[in-house]
């Protein structure tokens, strides 16, 4: 699309998918839906409406070390940002003024600027994919989220710190950790690991670090698959709370 910044005041329907070039700003008041194709918007996005629905692919921002565009979720309810057949990217720094829902229902979702909220465990975001979802970039790095859920069917790769404030960090699906992580709960906040956790397979380096005072719960096998850790230093801190496993573990770790 021309460069400049566009506002849709009303709901928008495509037969086709929708492209924004990085020099384009684009303003969704009402919903977004496309019947077909791919929706790329590569420059600044607001979303203002319930939903920003593709049948293809959902590519949000351009890619860089540091993301130079913003995802704001303005809606005055929660927003679901949703790919129909496909995968969900945001490489853009997303600001959440209300709950996010990001779900790719025949694909992957792939996060690689950081998420924020827009005041301390105001607000929440919920991954549901059916192929893994990566997140890459800090989670409530500068405000805390009240929540961050990923569901089943798919896994979760955490590649990233993320900080919530007042509710909890819920995984319901496989967790790989593919970094070295820390988890921060505050306000009575928990870490709630449901399914399996284990270390990247041939990754750079992965640990964990639990700072939540409001505990770190651990219902299946911790490194069954493949071990936590690097061989260079503690698989798993615990800073702050306890952690309690109710299944094996095993760790890479001097």
Not at 141 to 169: E, K, M, W, Y
Not at 206 to 219: A, E, H, I, M, V
Not at 245 to 254: E, L, M, R
């Amino acid at each position: 699309g021309p460069a400049g910044a566009f506002s849709f005041e009303d709901d928008v329907y495509l037969a086709n998918g929708a492209t924004a070039a990085d020099s384009t700003d684009v303003v969704f008041v009402g919903n977004y839906d496309s019947e077909a194709g791919d929706t790329t918007l590569s420059g600044n996005v607001t979303i203002a409406g319930d939903r920003l629905e593709s049948a293809g692919a959902v590519t949000l921002g351009i890619a860089g070390a540091t993301p130079s565009k913003e995802l704001r979720i303005a809606s005055p309810a929660a927003t679901q940002i949703l790919s129909e057949s496909d995968s969900v990217t945001i490489q853009a720094a997303t600001v959440l003024e209300s709950d996010l829902q990001v779900r790719a229902s025949a694909g992957d979702i792939q996060v690689e600027g950081p998420i924020d909220g827009i005041s301390r465990g105001a607000q929440s975001i919920h991954f549901i994919a059916a192929g893994t979802t990566t997140l890459n970039g800090a989670i409530g790095g500068t405000f805390p989220l009240r929540a961050v859920f990923a569901d089943l069917p798919g896994t979760t790769v955490l590649g990233a710190n993320i900080a919530v404030s007042g509710g909890a960090a819920t995984f319901n699906n496989p967790v790989v950790v593919a970094a070295h992580v820390t988890l921060v709960g505050r306000s009575g906040s928990r870490m709630e690991f449901n399914d399996t956790v284990n270390g990247d397979v041939g990754g750079g380096g992965d640990s964990l670090t639990l700072d939540c005072p409001g505990g770190s719960y651990f219902q299946a096998a911790v490194g069954g698959t493949e071990p936590i850790g690097d061989d260079t230093g503690a698989a798993i801190t615990v800073v702050a709370g306890s952690a309690e496993f109710d299944s094996s573990v095993a760790t890479d770790s001097v």
